[in-house]
């Protein structure tokens, strides 16, 4: 159980602090599997820019790249057409040259014409209900006709920072969320969630939301049913006093990335789940005293992690009242944006950890992949592969291949490879005689399967994203925890502030491969600083380097868009978050510019192009809250009352608002040419 009084001080909201604080591993595979080995193949000395060794440039970028290296690297073409904006820290939100970077929507706007105003000084859940929700993450892009000027839009909520949302209430983690009411508590559920919204393309090519399409909806932590899927479904350990089937749950949380299916369905991926789990069963050290059959695998998972007050006020998120609601957690929505009545399926198949989003591609064969990251220090990379094939001719059938395949976890290896394992009950170490009864032991308790089978401790694996040609891009976004000792091929530096990006060949463009091979594309920081260890392209700019990479996306061109989250560390690159242009292939192999950043205290997530690539949706979350201590002339907490940016409205007394920012080139055409 996470200690409040503990977790405070060093940050700027309760969300980071608790994040933070969630270093302690719960993997317990941590130094034994890969203590002794040392990055043997990107060593940190040869790749520093302005210092790299022949083979290193050879292996890094090819050896096209030395001729460039040593000619004019910076007169080669890039693939990216804008003009690279500064990198700084202010109030708002900035774009490159030529475009123009609008709100579509905001935190509390209107998602049905009825819905009331939005009144942050008079908030209830039931406006909540019909009003966009708080923190949006991942944005899918759903066309709605050929030309693709009417689209659904489907947003995750991932979750809630009170401090600047309600008036009057300040930090609640420091004083025991004594300030949280049972109707605080039940907006916050409301604001968690999702939105299916139609939008539409303007005569004068802005986009904006369309209040009167029957798409509209919101899904919540409190008012949407959901069943449940795959191996699990109707197991013992999901069944609780209010489902004693074990086939149907309420709601869904800390819907964090996401994707959308080659069918057209919405993936939320649940990722911090733990955190919204409580007791009041605690040692004298605040600490939660778990018992009963779920112990070791809530320690795993890190449940219950109090983040939230839900459990004071709702039995299902009390540990000590229903001790598998949280087993029911975890895992991948799919949800159907074109029915609105449809209820969302949660996919027990794909593994329970916290995923960070759901990103597919079509093999080859048919079969569908699914990537996802276990966004937790030292946890593990994933692939799901469908056993069905993709039928585009029939959806009713594609909505049910999410229930059955088989979910792989990744080990890296020193030579390069990478083999993918199958979590199978029967095979290898998941048997019985490891705690694993059946396949729904190993998907509910995945983390522990995967612990088994020696998979490769990660540096938080955040979004992954795969390519056409075969390539998936995963994002590592940070991990100062990995001590020296503790470095792995795949994670080769300790202490890692700045994070790094994995890009895996899998093998023959085959998807289902299990067994490809790695690069590093980047060692993210300030290329200048020879201890961080970072590796650009040698011609890198002083705008384009970033660290902590998070979410990303591939453009209808196939080049790579990586946006990042530093949380309150970002004072550690002197720069906002941002979107970044990342090359991925040819003689800039590795080489970014900075093409968008956020407003003081927020994080880049989304990215999403249209398929003609003449807008591209960002959200916006958190606007004002983290690392605020460290903007100058700020340099304290933002409260409600006393934010340190009112983006986007800047109108006193309207608090910060989490927004989706739509982006497009002046006078029409596509993004970055
Ligand atoms: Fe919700 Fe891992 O970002
Ligand atoms: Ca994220």
Request: aromatic share 10%; net charge negative.
């Amino acid at each position: 159980m996470t200690d409040n009084s503990k977790t405070t001080d060093p940050y700027c909201n309760r969300a980071e602090a608790f994040e933070a604080f969630d270093d302690i591993p719960t993997n317990p595979n941590l130094s034994k599997t890969f203590g002794d080995i040392v990055n043997l193949r990107y060593g940190r000395r040869d790749v520093l820019r302005g210092a790299l060794g022949v083979t290193a440039v050879t292996a890094l970028f090819g050896t096209s790249a030395l001729v460039a290296a040593d000619q004019a690297v910076a007169a080669a073409k890039g693939s990216y057409d804008f003009s690279e904006i500064e990198a700084g820290v202010d109030e708002t939100h900035h774009v490159a040259d030529g475009y123009d970077a609008d709100i579509l929507i905001r935190w509390g706007d209107k998602i049905v014409a009825d819905a009331p105003d939005f009144d942050p000084n008079n908030q209830t859940a039931a406006a909540q209900l019909t009003q966009f929700g708080y923190n949006n993450d991942y944005i899918g892009f759903v066309p709605l006709n050929d030309a693709g000027d009417r689209a659904l839009l489907c947003v995750n909520h991932e979750y809630t920072n009170e401090e600047v949302m309600f008036p009057g209430l300040g930090r609640q983690d420091k004083i025991g969320f004594t300030g949280m009411t049972k109707e605080l508590v039940e907006i916050e559920m409301a604001a968690h969630g999702g939105t299916v919204i139609e939008i539409a393309r303007g005569a004068d090519g802005k986009w904006s939301p369309v209040l009167e399409s029957r798409y509209n909806r919101r899904l919540t932590a409190s008012t949407t049913e959901m069943s449940i899927s795959g191996p699990a479904a109707g197991h013992d350990r999901l069944k609780t006093s209010a489902d004693a089937t074990g086939t149907k749950v309420v709601g869904t949380i800390n819907n964090c990335a996401g994707g959308i299916t080659p069918w057209g369905t919405y993936l939320m991926a649940e990722e911090n789940f733990h955190g919204y789990f409580w007791t009041d069963n605690k040692d004298a050290d605040g600490k939660a005293i778990l018992e009963g059959p779920e112990a070791a695998s809530m320690k795993r998972y890190g449940v219950p992690g109090g983040w939230y007050a839900w459990g004071k006020y709702d039995d299902r998120f009390n540990i000590d009242k229903e001790p598998n609601e949280s087993n029911r957690f975890g895992y991948v929505v799919e949800v159907d944006p074109m029915d609105p009545d449809a209820v969302p399926v949660k996919h027990t198949a794909l593994g329970r950890f916290r995923h960070e989003g759901a990103e597919s591609i079509v093999n080859s064969d048919g079969r569908v992949v699914i990537y996802s990251g276990d966004d937790n220090r030292f946890d593990y990379l994933y692939k799901f592969v469908t056993a069905g094939t993709y039928n585009p001719d029939d959806r009713a059938a594609n909505m049910q291949l999410l229930s059955e395949g088989t979910l792989y976890v990744a080990r890296f290896n020193e030579d390069g490879t990478v083999d993918w394992l199958p979590l199978v009950h029967g095979e290898g170490p998941l048997t019985a005689e490891n705690g694993f009864n059946s396949q729904a032991d190993v998907v509910i308790d995945a983390r522990m399967a995967a612990d088994k089978l020696g998979a490769t401790p990660m540096d938080r694996p955040e979004d992954v994203e795969p390519a056409a040609d075969g390539k998936v891009y995963v994002m590592l976004t940070n991990n100062t925890r990995r001590k020296p000792g503790d470095e792995n091929p795949a994670n080769p530096r300790a202490d890692n502030a700045f994070g790094h990006i994995v890009e895996i060949s899998e093998t023959d463009n085959d998807f289902t491969s299990t067994k490809s091979t790695w690069e590093i594309l980047v060692k993210c920081g300030d290329p200048k600083v020879t201890e961080v260890g970072a590796q650009w392209h040698p011609d890198q700019s002083e705008a384009g380097w970033f660290g902590s990479p998070d979410n990303c996306a591939i453009d209808a061109d196939g080049r790579l868009w990586i946006s990042t989250d530093q949380g309150s560390s970002w004072a550690k690159t002197g720069k906002a978050d941002g979107l970044y242009a990342l090359e991925r292939s040819g003689e800039l192999r590795g080489k970014s510019k900075l093409f968008f950043r956020v407003p003081i205290g927020a994080e880049l997530c989304g990215p999403k192009f249209t398929p003609d690539q003449q807008a591209l949706f960002l959200a916006i979350q958190h606007p004002a809250t983290d690392g605020t201590k460290n903007y100058p002339g700020f340099e304290r907490d933002s409260t409600f009352e006393d934010p340190a940016t009112r983006w986007p409205d800047f109108a006193d007394g309207m608090p910060p608002r989490p927004s989706v920012v739509v982006v497009t080139k002046q006078g029409g055409g596509k993004i970055a040419g």
